[in-house]
C-alpha cells in the first residue's frame, strides 16, 4: 500500500512539472512598410489649370462686340 501511495504521488508530482509553463508562442512582426509621400504641388495643379482655362473661357469667349449689319430692303 505504501508503494501504491508513493507511485502515485510521484506521478502527480511529475504531470504537474510536465505541464508547467504551457507552450511558448514565437510570433513574428512584419516588416515595417514604407510609405512614400506624394509631393504637394501635384495636387494643386489641375485645379489651378481648370480654374485659369475657365476663367479665359468667360474673359475671352462670347459673341462680338460690332452690331450686326441690317440688310436694306428695295
Known amino acids: 500500500m505504501n508503494k501504491l501511495v508513493a507511485s502515485i ?3 502527480s508530482l511529475s504531470a504537474s512539472v510536465a505541464f508547467a509553463g504551457g507552450p511558448v508562442v514565437v ?3 512584419p516588416p515595417p512598410e514604407v510609405v512614400q509621400q506624394q509631393s504637394s504641388s501635384s ?3 489641375l485645379p489651378i489649370l481648370i ?3 475657365l476663367l479665359c473661357a468667360v474673359a475671352c469667349g462670347g459673341g462680338s462686340d460690332d452690331p450686326e449689319p441690317q440688310l436694306e430692303e428695295q
Open 27 to 29: 510570433v513574428e512582426e
Open 9 to 11: 504521488a510521484a506521478l
Open 51 to 53: 480654374g485659369l482655362v
Open 43 to 45: 495636387v494643386g495643379a
